[in-house]
């Protein structure tokens, strides 16, 4: 039955035999809830009621007239939990629930996506285990105890380099013991078919909103959308209702770390190159072996040595184009939107603010209307850019 999920040559289902049918099970559920009244009414209801929807679309004047450009944001940062991320975390736990699953599972770097999941099962009462590197539960106690307060029994991984990646094993593997019971909750638009094409259209919502939105204020479509891009949820999100329209120019931006050009980047699209990892084909960070490097990056949301197999393909086919900027470059982005319109990103929306900033200094590009997605906020980035920035 698995057939789609192919984006030209990338995507796919590369995983072992034993978990097909569990993705079988899951895609057909996907296919028959999304169309179903009864799920569309509780999750829009969960959507508005509980995870705040719809965000504004807000004019960041400040921001535009320093930049000389028309600047809009997506406020995908006022959602609780402080990102998009919850939006799939509402949508695949309410599918999990209509297909009886009792358990859900996840694994998350730094906590985010742990913390969107174990909200989620306390909403709807689905016990919750979060598998999370040894290294990132160290480093991250504040979110590890608000998945526990959520209920959420947070697993330690001590396997590998004890980071998102080895998280991401031991989850396959306990998916693939607990198949009955259990819903892997994967937080992106990566791993096997159907999750990218099921994130996806998750996070549709955003582009949705924004193209109505746009067109209520400015009676024209915008000439640049650009997000960040991890595993590429947010951007696929906001991107998705204007693929169609060949005039909007599509820019994502990764996370270069300290140096794009090293082998320590998070820049997938920009440095990576064809491979498979966590199930699809993609462009992936590796070396000559096909060994994975780890991927840097000081957001945690982007430092990820893979990405989602259709932002290769958008990559491939020109639709998209990709960069990446830097730490530095992303700390002073997280500084520009804080002074000038009192918005403090998360570090991850801030590597699009970064990129807005280079955009706009470009003559041919002044007085273009952008919208920039604001993924998530930056309380919880705090502690590590009063450390690098010195507040
Ligand atoms: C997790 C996260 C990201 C990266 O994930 P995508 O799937 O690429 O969107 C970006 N921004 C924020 C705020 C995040 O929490």
């Not at 509780?42 to 504004?56: H, I, Q």
């Not at 029994?153 to 991401?168: H, N, Q």
């Not at 638009?189 to 193209?211: D, L, N």
Request: glycine letters at 12%.
């Amino acid at each position: 039955m698995i057939s789609k999920g192919k984006f030209g040559k990338f995507g796919g289902v590369f995983v072992p035999e034993l978990l097909i049918p569990a993705l079988e099970e899951l895609e057909a559920a996907y296919l028959k809830y999304k169309d179903d009244d009864e799920f569309n009414n509780e999750l829009n209801y969960y959507l508005k009621e509980f995870a705040g929807r719809p965000t504004a679309l807000y004019h960041a004047e400040n921001l535009s007239k320093k930049l000389g450009c028309k600047i809009y944001l997506k406020r995908e940062d006022m959602l609780h939990t402080g990102a998009h991320k919850i939006n799939n975390t509402l949508a695949q736990g309410l599918l999990a629930k209509y297909m009886g699953k009792t358990r859900l599972i996840a694994e998350t770097g730094a906590g985010q996506h742990g913390i969107a999941t174990a909200v989620v099962g306390a909403l709807l009462g689905i016990p919750t285990e979060v598998y999370m590197g040894s290294e990132d539960v160290e480093r991250q106690k504040l979110n590890v105890f608000r998945m526990e307060l959520s209920n959420a029994a947070v697993l330690p991984v001590e396997s590998g380099s004890r980071t998102l990646k080895d998280a991401i094993n031991e989850a396959m593997r306990d998916w693939i013991t607990n198949l009955k019971t259990t819903h892997y909750l994967i937080g992106s638009t990566m791993g096997p078919h159907p999750y990218p094409t099921m994130v996806k259209y998750f996070q549709s919502i955003i582009g949705q909103e924004t193209k109505r939105q746009i067109m209520e204020k400015e009676g024209r479509l915008p000439d640049t959308i650009m997000a960040c891009v991890g595993g590429g949820s947010n951007a696929l999100g906001i991107f998705s209702e204007f693929i169609g329209d060949d005039e909007v120019e599509l820019v994502g931006v990764e996370g270069g770390g300290h140096d794009i050009k090293s082998h320590r980047t998070g820049a997938t699209l920009t440095m990576g190159t064809e491979g498979v990892l966590h199930g699809s084909l993609s462009y992936v960070l590796q070396n000559n072996d096909g060994q994975i490097n780890e991927a840097h990056s000081v957001s945690a949301g982007l430092d990820y040595p893979g990405v989602g197999p259709e932002h290769a393909y958008l990559k491939d086919t020109s639709r998209a184009c990709y960069d990446a900027v830097t730490d530095q470059e992303a700390l002073e982005g997280f500084r520009l939107l804080s002074k000038t319109e009192g918005i403090i990103p998360a570090l991850e929306s801030a590597h699009a603010i970064a990129y807005a900033k280079k955009y706009a200094e470009k003559k041919e590009n002044k007085g273009k209307i952008i919208i920039i997605n604001l993924s998530g906020r930056g309380d919880k980035d705090m502690d590590l850019v009063s450390r690098q920035i010195g507040g």
